[in-house]
């Protein structure tokens, strides 16, 4: 549960499915646009191929890209 919660830069990729209650307050979700289907893609094979896994298999399942909404989602908790 809460998936991304503290997030505040960078991105997350998850395959498969999350409802949007398990979702942390601070990320939003959408679907990889083509710039990240590539970088999945080299990401996976490299993976595949250290820990002999079937690349296609894994790039043939569904995607989630969450990002941060915010670049400090705690900065007024901070002293300076």
Do not use: C, W
């Amino acid at each position: 549960n809460f998936v991304g919660t503290g997030m505040h830069g960078g991105v997350i990729y998850l395959r498969g499915h999350i409802n949007d209650y398990q979702l942390g307050k601070e990320v939003g979700a959408s679907k990889p646009n083509k710039k990240d289907r590539e970088v999945l893609s080299i990401l996976i094979r490299q993976f595949a191929a250290y820990f002999d896994y079937d690349a296609e298999e894994i790039l043939s399942g569904r995607f989630l890209k969450l990002v941060p909404l915010y670049l400090r989602p705690y900065g007024r908790l901070y002293a300076y």
